[in-house]
C-alpha cells in the first residue's frame, strides 16, 4: 500500500513508445516496462552507412530529417534518407538506442508553458515522451523540483534523474514535418531549454491508460 504523504502528480493519458529510434510513435494502452525502459522502445534504428557522412556509424536521426517521424515504416524512413544521398540500414544491435535515459515522462502542466510561451496549441507528440500526464490541478511543480524523486504508476517506479534538454526535433510538426523555429527558441530562452524529465527504472512492472502517477 502507497503511503498517504505521496504526492498525486495525475493520471496517465497517453503512452508511447518507439520501435524505431526516431520514427513515429505507437500508441499504447498498457506497456510493460523493463529495466531498461519500456518494451519494444527504440529497439531499432536506422544506421549511416555513408562513410563520409557525419553520422556514420550512427542513427540517422529527426535532426538530420524532419520527416522521419511521419513514418513507422523503417522502408519509407530510409527513403527519405536515401533523398539526402544517405544510406542507412536496420538495425537492432544493441538491443536499445536511447540518446541518454530509456523513459522520458511530460506533464500536461509543462505543456501548457510552452503553449503559452508560443501562442498555440502543440501536440505532446513534438516532445516524444514515453508517459503524457493530465497533472492533477493540485500539482504545480516543474521538472527540476522532481530531479531526484520516486515516481510510481501502475506496479512500475521511476527514479528521476535528470530534465530533457531539448533539441531541434521539437520544432518539427508532427503532422506536415513543417518547421516551428519559435518552439525551440522560446524553450531556451524562458525554460532553459528543458521540456519533460528522464528516468530510469527502479522497478520494473506494468503502467496503463489512466493509472494514477504519484511522487513520495
Not at 495525475?10 to 503512452?15: P, R, S, W
Not at 532553459?192 to 496503463?208: H, K, Q, R, T
Amino acid at each position: 500500500m502507497r503511503e498517504s504523504r505521496d504526492m498525486v502528480v495525475g493520471t496517465v493519458a497517453k503512452l508511447w513508445r518507439y520501435p524505431v529510434k526516431s520514427l513515429g510513435a505507437e500508441s499504447l494502452t498498457r506497456a510493460e516496462v523493463l529495466g531498461d525502459g519500456l518494451a519494444g522502445d527504440r529497439a531499432a534504428a536506422l544506421v549511416v552507412e555513408t562513410a563520409t557522412h557525419a553520422r556514420a556509424g550512427k542513427p540517422f536521426r529527426g535532426k538530420e530529417s524532419a520527416l522521419l517521424h511521419l513514418t513507422t515504416d523503417p522502408a519509407t524512413a530510409a527513403s527519405y534518407a536515401a533523398n539526402a544521398n544517405v544510406h542507412v540500414s536496420l538495425t537492432t544491435e544493441p538491443a536499445r538506442w536511447f540518446d541518454l535515459r530509456p523513459v522520458s515522462v511530460l506533464l500536461d502542466l509543462w505543456l501548457r508553458d510552452v503553449e503559452a510561451l508560443v501562442g498555440e496549441a502543440l501536440d505532446p507528440l513534438r516532445f516524444r515522451p514515453n508517459l503524457f500526464i493530465a497533472t492533477d490541478p493540485g500539482f504545480a511543480k516543474r521538472e527540476d523540483d522532481l530531479v531526484g524523486t520516486v515516481l510510481r504508476a501502475g506496479t512500475v517506479e521511476l527514479q528521476v534523474v535528470e530534465t530533457n534538454k531539448r533539441c531541434v526535433t521539437t520544432t518539427y510538426d508532427v503532422d506536415t514535418g513543417a518547421s516551428e523555429p519559435r518552439v525551440l527558441r522560446e524553450v531556451a530562452l524562458n525554460r532553459d531549454n528543458v521540456v519533460g524529465i528522464y528516468c530510469e527504472v527502479l522497478a520494473p512492472g506494468f503502467v496503463s491508460l489512466g493509472d494514477e502517477l504519484t511522487t513520495g
